[in-house]
């Protein structure tokens, strides 16, 4: 009980630190953070590569997974929060996307995990509007959705999709996927996407769990290592995902959640400091090291990273 209420304590203290400023900068800010409207279609650009992967910031990552591009929790706006009238109340952007919006518009599947700002941004789904997209939400969150795309498929934990040759699992991590303080009854997934015998797991967000731990012949594994102070119940420490990582037995762990958006206390750098130094000797073998925009390839088992042409 104490340790609940020294939990709730520090989280309340925390968000007392950023929102009450946050939300008087989105009253009288406005929020300028462009990108160069000539950088490259990235479909185009990852189409050729069975496996691919490009961090777009944040939680966002756009895969080439055997025939399919999969956008997972695309969130590219300049503030994070709730919507009143042409405005977002909320967290800024610490820096400007890596890519347009527009270069993502076209993916073949987008993949929500939970209901949180952070990774169902409205604005930006809105953006990506496109009848040839289809979309896979958790139970609960389908409503949140914007009308136009392909299809709208909710599933729930446990259960599986197959979208033409793509295989979906979803999985139930360590978090929770209310929208607001009352919003309580949205569900919050894990995936596991498979095609043309690559296979990747996007854990969203979770605290340290043992609900990965028999997956087998994961080629990449994206896990978030940020946001966990005072959030650990809810959020992973780089420590925790390191472990979590090494009971998959993945390939390769693409680290996320982190850099993007201060939700939590630890400096901003922190995370990845305390990964490479977790991993220590393992870090260059396993770990992709991200940089936004950048163009990661797998190849047999083999890394190669590119610049995106312009």
Not at 72 to 85: A, C, E, F, L, Y
Not at 162 to 177: F, S
Not at 204 to 215: K, N, P, S, V
Request: hydrophobic residues 40%; proline residues 6%.
């Amino acid at each position: 009980m104490k340790t609940r209420l020294r939990r709730v304590v520090r989280s309340v203290r925390s968000g007392f630190r950023r929102y009450p400023r946050a939300i008087l900068d989105s009253l009288r800010a406005q929020d300028n953070l462009h990108h160069d409207d000539d950088l490259p279609e990235l479909i185009h650009d990852m189409y050729p590569h069975q496996l691919a992967a490009v961090w777009l910031g944040h939680a966002s990552v756009l895969t080439q997974i055997g025939n399919h591009s999969v956008l997972i929790d695309p969130v590219m706006s300049p503030r994070i929060g709730m919507r009143i009238g042409s405005r977002t109340i909320g967290l800024p952007r610490i820096n400007p996307p890596s890519v347009p919006t527009r270069s993502l518009k076209g993916v073949d599947i987008i993949l929500i995990t939970h209901a949180h700002f952070d990774h169902l941004d409205r604005p930006t789904l809105v953006d990506l509007i496109d009848a040839d997209t289809t979309v896979v939400v958790p139970v609960g969150c389908r409503n949140l959705i914007p009308y136009g795309f392909k299809a709208v498929h909710e599933i729930a934990e446990n259960s599986e999709l197959m979208i033409t040759d793509l295989h979906i699992r979803a999985m139930q991590p360590a978090h929770w996927g209310a929208r607001s303080l009352v919003d309580r009854h949205r569900g919050f997934n894990a995936y596991v996407v498979e095609g043309e015998g690559q296979r990747v797991l996007f854990a969203g967000d979770t605290a340290h769990t043992e609900t990965f731990d028999d997956l087998e012949a994961i080629d990449l594994a994206v896990l978030g290592i940020g946001a966990y102070d005072p959030w650990e119940h809810m959020h992973a420490t780089p420590e925790q995902a390191w472990s979590m990582f090494q009971k998959i037995g993945a390939s390769y762990l693409l680290p996320v959640h982190h850099s993007t958006f201060e939700l939590s206390e630890e400096p901003i750098d922190e995370p990845m400091r305390r990964l490479r130094a977790v991993a220590s000797d393992d870090f260059d073998q396993c770990v992709i090291e991200p940089t936004e925009g950048e163009l990661i390839i797998i190849n047999e088992g083999e890394i190669e990273t590119a610049e995106i042409d312009a």
